[in-house]
């Protein structure tokens, strides 16, 4: 995560937008303290690239089990 102050942002403005749309991670801080996050608006009905979060979701084999503290709730 790159992260920079709110003079550095503003002198590299293009610089950073740029990075944004490649897909790294963009933050502005003011007092080395994050403030926001750069990041690319999605277009409403581009195409999404199939299989691209491949690798990235995974779920656990007791995804849908009910915790044994739970039972009680349940019916």
Aim: hydrophobic letters at 40%; aromatic letters at 8%; a negative charge.
């Amino acid at each position: 995560m790159a992260q920079f102050n709110i003079a550095d942002a503003k002198a590299h403005f293009s610089e950073l937008v740029q990075k944004a749309l490649l897909g790294e991670d963009v933050v502005i801080a003011r007092d080395n303290k994050p403030l926001l996050r750069l990041v690319p608006l999605h277009v409403a009905g581009s195409p999404r690239k199939t299989g691209s979060a491949k690798g990235q979701v995974w779920l656990s084999e007791d995804f849908d089990t009910t915790p044994e503290d739970f039972e009680d709730y349940v019916r």
